[in-house]
């Protein structure tokens, strides 16, 4: 054999593929890769000795199309890319085997209507959970829909489905992909709306109470416009919030017009029989419109909580009222650091000397200068805070720009750390305040102690800036929460991790002494009114239950009987008991509950246990 010969010999037999009998495990343990130092395999002789040189052995079987080779020796799955080694024959059976249970590739000829697992990975989640199962079988009606459900999850236009490169994307992903025009896309997106409209709807069925948030404000082209959003704790306690209304509110915005829009959004939702508290701002309006929406509940028996709490104030928003009348008290301090941060953003140019200038300084400049809105007061916290951390940087750039004409005095910069100061205490119990993925009730009370606090503590110092600024808030503070809101402090008592202990606190610092016993009597005597309320509630509920099962033939009746006495009536009676009034005294006098870790977070009904105090945890569970 010539030299060259054997070495196309040899690269025949390497690019050759090998067949595998069994399983791809076996294949590898029992049939090693043949490497470039292989012993070459002979050539054929012809009958008259003339030696042939080997030819490249031909990938004829049509299996080719749907299976690669890649570089590692391997051969892969076009469709779900699974890899099988090669070895040596020249059978394909164990990869026509594979092609048979591929799903993907069944897929791919419009052949299979089995379901494919896709992980939460896959869909951008954890590895918690478990998958979600796609039908095989590539559907068009479901593609629209899927396509409609990412356009609205993703406030995407209709033309979306128009874009060429996005065409292009699913062509590529599936030929057999057919176009959607943005008419049709838009009517799909219609049925996607309303078949979320009547699952939230049956949820609605199995919901308890309902409490409502509303906000009514005007854009900038002077369209008037309504948000209605429904709060509620499902069976597992976790707080669920549902926008339910989003629409256009047509002029004046008064209080029969606001209170007409929220009465047509629970009765088209089907909840007009379970609202418990209505939340809204604190204007004129508002009040009229909850004045009317309470004769109207009450005309219908539908007043829960005895009436208590069917109006709540935004605490979010007296906080902002508080908050701005202490912030006028500095406003020229503000104005200058509002143009001075207005002259720095308006030039790129000027933004990258002062970032130099702060990194010389040593300063991190990873925040960024922000300018505020006069009329949300955290946004003018925020902005303070930044300038006050670029304080020296903006000395350095004054120095250097004569243009620049807003620099704080020392005196101004003392004021402006002194008010940020204050207003550190308002932000973080504005962020407890807007929490909407847990209850916040129960957390209201303490956060209106830290408030005032602060307030009196900037009152009794020894500046007369800091004290003008904190009696403007210390005025306003009263005018709202002066007498503090019941409902604050029952969803105290009911949190076992503070019961009575935060009412005697809290209490102690806001009222005289006088006048603290009379208010936590005031307090104690709705709140065994309210459970007075749900023990009838729960007494009803287990006779009527006892009914049935009389009626259904699991006791005999007293007519049935043959003495015909009163004993079986009496027994069944007994089954129903009276809840013990002690319950709610018994539940006060335990023990606090020690578990404060994830405070933030809805009480598990275990904190209240329902095995004993079933009315209670309904209590918690409807005012949290």
């Not at 060429?164 to 709306?193: A, D, G, H």
């Not at 928003?317 to 143009?339: A, F, Y």
């Not at 120095?399 to 932000?427: C, H």
Request: with cysteine.
């Amino acid at each position: 054999m010539t030299q060259s010969q054997a070495s196309v010999a040899a690269e025949t037999n390497e690019e050759e593929l090998q067949v595998s009998s069994g399983s791809e495990a076996e294949a590898e343990a029992e049939t090693p890769s043949p490497t470039p130092s292989s012993t070459p395999s002979p050539t054929t002789t012809s009958a008259g000795g003339n030696s042939q040189s080997g030819k490249k052995r031909k990938c004829s079987s049509e299996i080719w199309l749907n299976f690669k080779q890649n570089e590692r020796e391997k051969v892969y799955c076009i469709h779900c890319q699974k890899h099988y080694k090669k070895v040596k024959g020249g059978t394909t059976t164990h990869l026509w085997r594979h092609l048979e249970g591929c799903v993907l590739y069944k897929r791919h000829q419009g052949k299979t209507a089995d379901l494919i697992p896709i992980s939460e990975t896959q869909l951008g989640g954890s590895d918690e959970g478990d998958p979600v199962w796609v039908n095989g079988k590539w559907d068009p009606v479901k593609d629209r829909e899927m396509l409609a459900n990412v356009i609205v999850g993703h406030e995407l236009p209709f033309m979306f489905s128009e874009y060429s490169l996005f065409r292009k994307y699913m062509l590529y992903n599936n030929p057999l992909w057919q176009k959607v025009s943005r008419t049709t896309i838009t009517k799909e997106c219609m049925k996607v709306v309303e078949s979320e409209r009547v699952k939230l709807k049956k949820v609605f069925k199995d919901v308890d109470k309902v409490s409502l948030t509303s906000d009514c404000w005007t854009s900038n082209r002077t369209v008037g416009y309504i948000c209605i959003t429904a709060h509620y704790i499902d069976s597992s306690w976790k707080l669920q919030k549902r926008i339910i209304t989003f629409k256009d509110l047509s002029p004046p915005h008064s209080g029969e017009v606001i209170s007409d829009a929220i009465l047509e959004a629970i009765r088209k939702w089907g909840i007009e029989d379970k609202i418990g508290t209505i939340t809204l701002d604190n204007a004129s309006n508002n009040d009229k419109a909850a004045g009317l929406l309470r004769l109207i509940f009450e005309a219908r028996d539908k007043l829960h909580f005895q009436g208590y709490f069917f109006h709540i104030r935004c605490c979010a928003h007296i906080l902002n009222l508080v908050v701005q009348d202490g912030l006028g008290k500095i406003d020229k301090c503000l104005t200058k650091i509002r143009e001075g941060v207005k002259y720095l953003k308006k030039s790129p140019g000027r933004l990258v000397k002062f970032g130099e200038i702060a990194t010389q300084l040593g300063i991190c400049t990873k925040r960024s200068l922000c300018i505020d809105v006069k009329t949300r007061w955290n946004s003018t916290f925020h902005m303070l805070d930044v300038a006050i951390h670029y304080k020296l940087a903006l000395d350095g750039y004054a120095q250097r720009d004569s243009n620049f004409e807003w620099l704080p005095n020392r005196p101004e910069w003392e004021e402006a750390e002194k008010v940020r100061k204050l207003l550190t205490v308002f932000n973080e119990t504005t962020k407890v305040f807007s929490g909407s993925s847990y209850p916040t009730s129960n957390l209201f009370l303490v956060e209106i102690f830290n408030v005032k606090k602060a307030i009196c503590d900037a009152y009794v110092d020894d500046d007369g800036f800091t004290r003008d600024m904190s009696l403007a808030m210390y005025e306003k503070f009263e005018k709202y929460w002066g007498e503090v809101n019941v409902l604050m402090a029952v969803a105290s008592i009911l949190d076992p991790r503070l019961k009575m202990v935060s009412v005697r606190f809290v209490y102690g610092v806001l009222y005289s002494r006088d006048e603290v016993g009379s208010r936590i009597a005031e307090v104690m005597e709705k709140l065994k009114s309210l459970y007075g309320m749900y023990a009838k509630d729960f007494i009803s509920s287990s006779e009527s239950t006892a009914r049935g099962l009389s009626n259904s033939g699991a006791v005999p009746s007293s007519s049935s009987h043959p003495n015909n006495n009163n004993f079986w009536r009496y027994l069944e009676s007994t089954w129903v008991e009276e809840p013990p009034v002690a319950d709610l005294d018994n539940y006060l006098k335990e023990p606090k509950d020690r578990n404060c870790a994830n405070y933030h977070n809805t009480m598990p009904s275990g904190l209240v246990p329902a095995t004993r105090y079933h009315h209670i945890t309904l209590t918690t569970k409807h005012l949290a």
